[in-house]
């Protein structure tokens, strides 16, 4: 029977211990069970651990491949550090969704069948949207709502399509496909929207920066990572991922560069490196999947030590804006530090994680003679240097003095980002120490001469760029249009607009009842009424008197 | 609380930064001398050019920035668009 328990349920049982317990044990709760989860990972035997009947279908609630535990393994790695982050600061009840969203990323990694999948993919839709909540604030409210509206809608898409592939394949399996009817369409449709893909990419930019300075940790880790694994198990090699891809690696890039919050700019380049995982699932040969899946590690890992410093960064003089901030390097040296490191990671630079995976997309491309493909990609490092590597270390710690000297971050916020900065730097140094971890076996080497220049020059003179062209990326306080605009502004003009023009007519007619309904009344109450004709009390006389004329009135015929 | 300190840091200092500028340019100029000793493998032709990434990188960076601005002009509100 433990065969069919997936290390998820040791996360959910410890997401309603957190909310149980206090002090101490609450504390040992948060180290203990993601370090249980990561040994149970690991027990995991490939293939299906087991079968259960539900209704008329073969559920299979674990599964196990490399693909499948290497991503559950950085999401426990993930929810273990993400808990050292926050475990003093965030409230019990985020730290409880946090380790429920963690339970729900961790469950699709190991879902067997897409009714498990779909399960746990809600699992993370409910709990996500309580971190956003967490934030607190009016606006984290109302981005929440918009947040849970999405997902709710792309969770409504994933389990049409799923439907319609259990009613016409007659298998709930798990395995590859393409987008070739309407059932996959949906499929890829509702996995694209937790994936953050246009044009439905707003809702990340919009809900994460509202969440708590603990909270956006969480949330960069888990969704579009879970959407990026059931990509790779469901439709590696479908082509409309390639454009899709790429359109989500320039949009990131454009929008970050206009915006003025910290972590906004973050938010953006989630879209903007999950744009690169597509692309490669787009590709879908061997190289490509292992790209995606290796980038998809180390990006976790870099995206949230980026996060982890912009939070310590609200947490500590509760502003959020690039105009507000500035030359906080003199008083936190180490929140700097880490924060370049995870903006160098991102940025590819060499002997960092990003540089020895995102290189196996490259290859991927180059290896399929996909010249434009690789071109665009590379154009995209560049500005990935752009938008993260430069731009939010600048304008957060450096650039011009804000007059803030806030303190450096609390120990255990600086033990979660040493952590990360340091794994950062491991990958990016021993590549071999992922890559033996990764679904295909893998040979290549990530550090010949050429790369290393290529890559040196690319980004160096993208930094001279940045600051060569540093007016015109001045900061400003606004914010950018995006889709969401639609339903944010459009839609509730329509609807305004719609209840204006049929107000007058309905007021009318409402009128109109009204008289209508009052003259009845009156002319009920006037027959009726205590001085109405028929409710009026007749004296015995007046019946007497009718009763004699009848009498006389017969008297009279008779004779007659 | 928050006053700002006597701002002496010698990362803020003129001279620093120009030194810094000075090692910048030094370190570019190096990477793309380097080419001439360590060859940069070109998988499609052109990026094995000498120079290539360097020019690549700067101009890409450069369209973007252009394109951002652009879009900029259309998209940008005040940050208080949509407060009610």
């Known amino acids: 029977m433990t065969e069919l328990a997936s290390p998820a349920l040791i996360l959910l049982a410890a997401a309603l211990l957190v909310a149980l317990t206090r002090g101490h044990w609450r504390n040992a709760v948060i180290f203990v069970a993601p370090l249980v989860t990561l040994w149970a990972i690991w027990q995991v035997p490939d293939g299906v651990a087991g079968t259960v009947r539900f209704l008329d279908y073969m559920i299979e609630p674990v599964e196990g491949s490399a693909l499948r535990r290497l991503f559950a393994t950085i999401f426990a790695i993930m929810v273990l550090t993400g808990g050292l982050f926050a475990f003093r600061q965030a409230r019990w009840y985020e730290l409880s969704a946090a380790f429920a969203y963690a339970a729900g990323a961790v469950g699709v990694c190991f879902a067997g069948d897409l009714i498990t999948l779909f399960l746990f993919w809600e699992l993370m839709a409910l709990f996500s949207t309580v971190i956003v909540w967490c934030g607190g604030t009016r606006a984290a409210r109302k981005a929440g709502i918009r947040y849970a509206i999405m997902h709710l809608l792309g969770g409504v898409i994933l389990k049409v399509g799923i439907e319609g592939v259990v009613v016409h394949t007659g298998s709930v399996d798990i395995r590859p496909m393409l987008a070739t009817n309407f059932d996959t369409w949906m499929i890829l449709i509702g996995i694209l929207i937790n994936a953050a893909a246009p044009p439905l990419s707003a809702w990340l930019a919009d809900a994460y920066p509202e969440s708590s300075p603990t909270g956006s940790v969480f949330l960069s880790a888990f969704t579009t990572k879970t959407a990026v694994i059931a990509l790779i198990m469901l439709f590696p090699g479908e082509p409309v991922l390639i454009a899709v891809g790429l359109y989500m690696v320039m949009y990131g890039i454009i929008y970050a560069l206009l915006e003025n919050d910290a972590r906004r700019i973050l938010a953006y380049s989630i879209v903007n490196q999950v744009g690169f995982m597509v692309c490669a699932v787009g590709i879908g040969t061997q190289m490509a999947l292992n790209g995606a899946a290796a980038h998809a590690f180390a990006h976790i890992i870099y995206k949230a030590l980026l996060f982890m410093s912009a939070g310590v960064v609200v947490y500590r003089t509760g502003k959020n804006k690039c105009t507000e901030l500035g030359g906080l390097f003199r008083t936190m040296p180490l929140t700097t530090i880490c924060g370049i490191i995870g903006a160098l990671s991102i940025s590819s630079f060499p002997l960092t994680s990003g540089f020895t995976t995102k290189a196996l997309i490259s290859q991927a491309a180059v290896d399929q003679g996909l010249a434009a493909v690789y071109f665009l990609l590379t154009a995209a490092s560049a500005g990935v240097f752009l938008h993260a590597g430069i731009k939010f270390p600048w304008f957060v710690f450096f650039q011009k003095d804000s007059g803030m000297r806030p303190k450096d971050a609390p120990w255990n916020m600086a033990a979660a980002m040493v952590f990360f900065s340091v794994l950062c730097i491991v990958i990016g140094v021993f590549p071999e120490a992922l890559y033996r971890f990764l679904p295909y076996p893998v040979n290549y080497h990530a550090y010949t001469a050429g790369k290393v220049l290529f890559y040196l020059q690319l980004l160096l003179f993208s930094g001279l760029a940045f600051f060569v062209m540093l007016p015109w990326l001045k900061r400003t306080p606004t914010i950018s249009l995006d889709v969401d605009w639609i339903y944010r502004r459009l839609f509730p003009a329509i609807t305004a607009w719609i209840c204006d023009a049929v107000a007058d007519p309905l007021a009318r007619i409402g009128r109109r009842i009204q008289y209508m309904c009052e003259a009845t009344l009156s002319r009920i109450y006037r027959h009726h009424g205590p001085e109405g004709v028929l409710a009026r009390t007749w004296p015995t006389g007046s019946m007497v008197m009718w009763v004699a004329i009848l009498l006389a009135c017969y008297l009279v015929l008779y004779y007659v | ?84």
């Open chain 2, 1 to 84: 609380m928050n006053q700002p300190a006597r701002d002496d840091h010698w990362l803020t200092r003129p001279a620093s930064i120009q030194q810094i500028w000075r090692v910048f340019y030094a370190v570019l100029a190096l990477t793309v001398l380097a080419q001439l000793l360590t060859e940069i493998k070109g998988y499609f032709d052109i990026d094995g050019w000498f120079g290539f990434a360097g020019g690549f990188g700067f101009l890409s960076c450069a369209a973007m920035v252009l394109v951002a601005k652009a879009l900029g002009v259309l998209l940008k509100q005040p940050d208080n668009y949509y407060d009610d």
